[in-house]
């Protein structure tokens, strides 16, 4: 059966993640609605997006419009202008 995740309840999942879910009460008789617990796989671990930055802070908007969050960028040495096109990596 399909599970209603809401954007609220995706926790750190992104489009395409392999996840494990929590049911959450039911909250119409036609459909189960659940949380993101822990990811299992993630689905890609680059994205492409535009850098952008503030005084406080630096973070990409993804260019995948299915990507619902934009990923905030650690201190680093490279010479990026406000606006570039990037890749980012995920690394554990």
């Not at 930055?53 to 990923?71: A, C, G, R, S, Y």
Request: charged share 25%.
């Amino acid at each position: 059966e399909d599970v209603l995740i809401a954007p609220e309840q995706t926790g750190n999942a992104l489009q395409g993640d392999t996840v494990r879910i929590a049911l959450l009460k039911r909250k119409s008789a036609n459909r189960h609605y659940g949380r993101v617990v822990e990811v299992v796989k993630r689905a890609r671990y680059e994205f492409v997006g535009t850098y952008k930055k503030n005084k406080t802070q630096e973070w990409v908007v993804p260019d995948q419009l299915k990507i619902h969050v934009d990923f905030i960028v650690a201190a680093h040495p490279l010479k990026i202008q406000n606006g570039d096109k990037v890749v980012v990596s995920f690394v554990h």
